[in-house]
C-alpha cells in the first residue's frame, strides 16, 4: 500500500512485516465487537475485487488462442496488458482498485496491478502466486500523512496439460514473476507466498488508510472491520485500526488494537511508535520514551526514516532540523529523491530560489516513477514562474 504525523503512520500498500509473525496468536474479536462511533458501509465483495467483466472475457479470447500454451502464454499476457486499447501501463501508489477498474484506468497500485494479473491469468487457466515482497521499511507522503508502505508482486506458472505422467513428474514447471516496481525487479528482494484471503484484506487495508485521509471514518472502519475478517492475522490491519480509534479518542480500544498487532507480530515497528503516542496522550511518558527510543536506534539507519522525521521537523517549522534529516537521508542512500525534495523545499522557505531549483533537478533526474518526474517538473515550472514574475516586477519598479 499512508497516515498522521509522527509515529502515527498508517501502513498501505501491503506492508505486514510477517517475517516475525505468530499465527498461532489469539485473536480478540471483541476489539471489532466491542461499542464503537462508525456506522458501517457497505465494501467491495471478494468477486468484486477479483473478477472480470464480460467485456474484459471477450477481449481476452479474441487476444489468445489455443495454441499458446505454458510460459507463452503467460508472457503474452503482460504483452495484453500493456497494449491493451490506447492506454499503456503506468504504476501509480495511491491508486486502490479492483481488477476491472485497474483494467479500465491502466492506472494503479502494486496490488491492483497484481489482482488484475492474477484475475487475468486465472481466465486464461494459468495458476498463480501472490508473493509478498521483503522491502525495507519505506514510507510515502499524501495528504500531508506520513504512510509506510509494502510490496507484492505476482508469479504465474505454467500448466502442463498434457496426460503424459512420466514429464508430470519429472519436468519442474517454468515461471515468470510479474513485479510493476522497477526498483523491486532490480534489488530481487526476498519473497514469501501469500494467499488471495491476505490479499484481499490488503486491498480493504489500503482503501481504509485513503477513507481514514480523506476523512471518511465510518468508511475506514468498515473497511479495517472487512480486512480483519479477511485476514484476522493481518498486523497491519489491526496497527491502522488502533489509529482510527485513537484519533477518535476511543483509547482503550486503540490500545487493545495495537496490542493485538503485536501478538500477532511482535516486530511490527510501526503499532509500536502507535503505542507509544497513544501512551503520551494517556500520561505514560516514561513507557513511550523507552519505546521511541528503542525504535530510533532500530531505525537510525534507514534513510526513509530520516525523511519521516525531515517531514516532521519541516512541518512544525524547524527548518534547521528538517535539513539535518533530509542531509542524513542523503548521505545514507544518495539514491533517493526524496532527499533532494525535501532539501528543495527548506532552500525555498530559507529564499534560496536558485539552490531550491537545483535541488528539484537533482529531485527529477533520479526519480524513477512518471508520477513523481511530473510532479517535479510542475514544481520546477512554477518555480521558474515566480521567479520570472518577481524579475519582471522589479524591472517595472526601475522603470
Keep these: ?77 503482460m504483452e495484453f496488458l500493456v497494449s491493451s486499447g490506447d492506454d499503456s501501463l503506468s504504476y501509480l501508489s495511491g491508486a486502490n482498485l479492483t481488477a476491472n477498474q485497474t483494467f479500465r484506468d491502466m492506472n494503479a497500485n502494486c496490488l491492483s496491478l497484481s489482482i488484475l494479473t492474477h484475475a487475468i491469468a486465472k481466465q486464461l487457466g494459468l495458476r498463480t502466486q501472490f508473493q509478498r515482497v521483503h522491502i525495507p521499511e519505506y514510507w510515502d507522503e499524501s495528504q500531508g500523512y506520513s504512510l509506510l508502505t509494502g510490496h507484492v508482486n505476482i508469479k504465474i506458472f505454467e500448466v502442463d496439460n498434457t496426460k ?83 484519533i477518535t479518542e476511543q483509547y482503550e480500544l486503540a490500545e487493545r488494537a495495537y496490542n493485538q498487532a503485536l501478538a500477532i507480530n511482535h516486530d511490527n515497528r510501526n503499532a509500536l511508535g502507535n503505542l507509544a503516542k497513544l501512551y503520551y496522550l494517556t500520561e505514560r511518558d516514561r513507557e513511550a520514551e523507552m519505546i521511541e527510543a528503542n525504535i530510533h536506534n532500530l531505525r537510525k539507519n534507514n534513510p526513509y526514516y530520516m525523511l519521516v522525521l525531515g517531514n516532521e521537523a519541516f512541518k512544525s517549522g524547524n527548518l534547521a532540523r528538517a535539513k539535518h534529516f533530509y542531509q542524513k537521508a542523503y548521505q545514507l542512500d544518495r539514491n533517493i529523491h526524496g532527499s533532494y525534495f ?22 527529477y533526474k533520479i526519480s524513477v516513477f512518471e508520477h513523481d518526474k511530473a510532479r517535479y517538473e510542475g514544481k520546477l515550472a512554477l518555480l521558474k514562474s515566480v521567479a520570472s514574475n518577481q524579475l519582471s516586477s522589479i524591472a517595472n519598479d526601475e522603470r
Design 342 to 363: 525535501g532539501l528543495a523545499k527548506v532552500a525555498y522557505e530559507q529564499g534560496d530560489r536558485e539552490k531550491a531549483e537545483y535541488y528539484l533537478n537533482k529531485a
Design 1 to 77: 500500500m499512508k497516515i498522521v504525523i509522527q509515529f502515527s503512520i498508517i501502513v498501505l500498500s501491503v506492508l505486514l512485516s510477517a517475517c516475525n509473525s505468530t499465527p498461532k496468536a489469539t485473536i480478540d474479536t471483541s476489539i471489532l465487537q466491542s461499542e464503537h462511533q462508525f456506522n458501517i458501509q457497505p465494501v467491495e465483495s471478494y468477486s468484486e475485487v477479483f473478477q472480470l467483466n464480460n467485456q474484459i472475457k471477450a477481449k481476452l479470447a479474441h487476444y489468445f488462442h489455443n495454441d499458446e500454451i505454458g510460459i507463452k502464454r503467460a508472457k503474452m499476457l
Design 164 to 246: 503424459n505422467a512420466i514429464k508430470t513428474l519429472y519436468v519442474k514447471p517454468t515461471s515468470v514473476t510479474v513485479d510493476f516496481d522497477p526498483n523491486s525487479r532490480a534489488q530481487q528482494f526476498s519473497t514469501s507466498a501469500i494467499d488471495t484471503n491476505t490479499i484481499l484484506s490488503m486491498f480493504y487495508n489500503n482503501k481504509g488508510a485513503m477513507g481514514m485521509i480523506n476523512g471518511n471514518l465510518d468508511l475506514a472502519y468498515s473497511y479495517y472491520k472487512a480486512a480483519i475478517e479477511s485476514d484476522p492475522y493481518h498486523d497491519g490491519a489491526w496497527g491502522n485500526l488502533g489509529i482510527l480509534y485513537r
